[in-house]
Nanobody, 123 residues
Framework: QVQLVESGGGPVQAGGALRLSCAAS????????IGWFRQAPGKEREGIAV???????RYAESVKGQFTISRDNAKNTLYLQMNSLKTEDTGKYYC?????????????????WGQGTQVTVSS
């Protein structure tokens, strides 16, 4: 079992930056594919960035070059650095993890989910 708690969301103006954090507890964090998903108003939840147990990252095309995912295994914490934010980045951001996927991608099916943190980008 893994417990995930997100933080760092909030209101921000377009062009600004935010860093989201996800604190993981309850299991061997190092062996998980873990990542960030978001759900914009009126849209389905989408995977945007994931990182595997050896630090390989994959991004959705919509955030490549704009967002950076990283993990600190010593602190059991996942991060998402979001730069040059746009109004279309508004949504609820979720941290999620899986111990069973063969390939860690933004479309992977995750077993464990946090409660999410809201990001609102205004123009």
């Amino acid at each position: 079992q893994v417990q995930l708690v997100e933080s760092g969301g909030g209101p921000v103006q377009a062009g600004g930056a935010l860093r989201l954090s996800c604190a993981a507890s309850g299991s061997t964090y190092d062996y998980y594919c873990i990542g960030w998903f978001r759900q914009a108003p009126g849209k389905e939840r989408e995977g945007i960035a994931v990182i595997d147990s050896v630090g390989r990252t994959r991004y959705a095309e919509s955030v490549k070059g704009q967002f950076t995912i990283s993990r600190d295994n010593a602190k059991n914490t996942l991060y998402l650095q979001m730069n040059s934010l746009k109004t279309e980045d508004t949504g609820k951001y979720y941290c999620a993890a899986s111990s069973t996927v063969w390939v860690c991608t933004p479309s992977a099916t995750m077993n464990y989910w946090g409660q999410g943190t809201q990001v609102t980008v205004s123009s």
